[in-house]
């Protein structure tokens, strides 16, 4: 794994591929050959053990004098990493409501049938527990989707209102000392709660919708440190 990523191959069915045709990785494997699914459970389980792997890299580079330590240069730079799941499969807050109030009149509904259904012939084809089993597992699905939206909507609040605020107190200060009124428009309060277009991702809840050169689409933003010299990532991050 290691190797692989050090040498830009990170996709565990690319790693899979790379142990019959790549030689240097036929030679680390012994010439075994791993399944995707097997490498990926591997890096699941083992986190804490690659951390410190790549730690004692850079360790190790140290020691060697490939990398230096103080007084260095840094080039830092980002790239969006898509994650595996489609923006197809997310929901927005609007649409969430929309769909909650709409499967709610459905349950309701197919709960009257199942109700009149001693007296009344079913349409063809319709099991009523399974229809209605179906749309209260959306249902729950939904409202789940939708409080982790408002969880969000209320931390961007208040680290909005925190920027509010702190503009606010910076024009406060700025007429004491001029005595005249601040120009410029009036910083506006943050709007409190969610909005519609905020979105919750069923296969990815942890990704955002985010701008990449080819479009918008599921991803993380992802920020590498490089020295320069040596060219050895020196710190990562990974946010949403």
Do not use: W
């Not at 929901?91 to 409501?97: D, M, N, P, Q, T």
């Not at 079913?122 to 249902?139: C, K, N, T, V, W």
């Not at 408002?150 to 406060?172: D, I, T, W």
């Amino acid at each position: 794994l290691i190797y692989s990523y050090a040498t830009g191959t990170v996709s565990s069915r690319q790693i899979e591929r790379a142990t019959y045709e790549n030689v240097a990785v036929r030679l680390l494997c012994a010439d075994l050959h791993p399944d995707h699914d097997s490498i990926c459970t591997f890096r699941r389980a083992n986190h804490a053990l690659l951390k410190s792997s790549f730690e004692q890299v850079l360790a190790m580079a140290v020691q060697m004098r490939v990398l230096k330590v103080g007084q260095v240069t840094l080039a830092v730079d980002g790239t969006k990493i898509l994650a595996n799941a489609s923006k197809h499969s997310a929901v927005s807050h609007g649409r969430a409501l929309a769909q909650i109030e709409l499967l709610e009149k459905q349950v309701a509904e197919l709960l009257s049938k199942a109700e009149a259904a001693d007296s009344a012939p079913l349409e063809d084809g319709l099991s009523l527990p399974e229809e209605i089993a179906r749309r209260q597992d959306r249902l729950e699905q939904l409202r789940a989707a939708s409080e982790v939206i408002k969880a969000r909507a209320k931390e961007r609040y208040q680290q909005e209102l925190s920027q509010f605020q702190a503009k606010e107190q910076e024009r406060v200060e700025r007429a004491k000392k001029t005595g005249k009124k601040p120009g410029g428009r009036p910083p506006q309060p943050p709007r409190e709660g969610p909005r519609d277009k905020d979105q919750f991702n069923f296969t990815d809840p942890e990704s955002r919708i985010m701008k990449t050169p080819d479009g918008f689409g599921q991803s993380y933003n992802a920020q590498a440190a490089v020295e320069i010299e040596s060219r050895l990532l020196v710190g990562v991050n990974v946010s949403d």
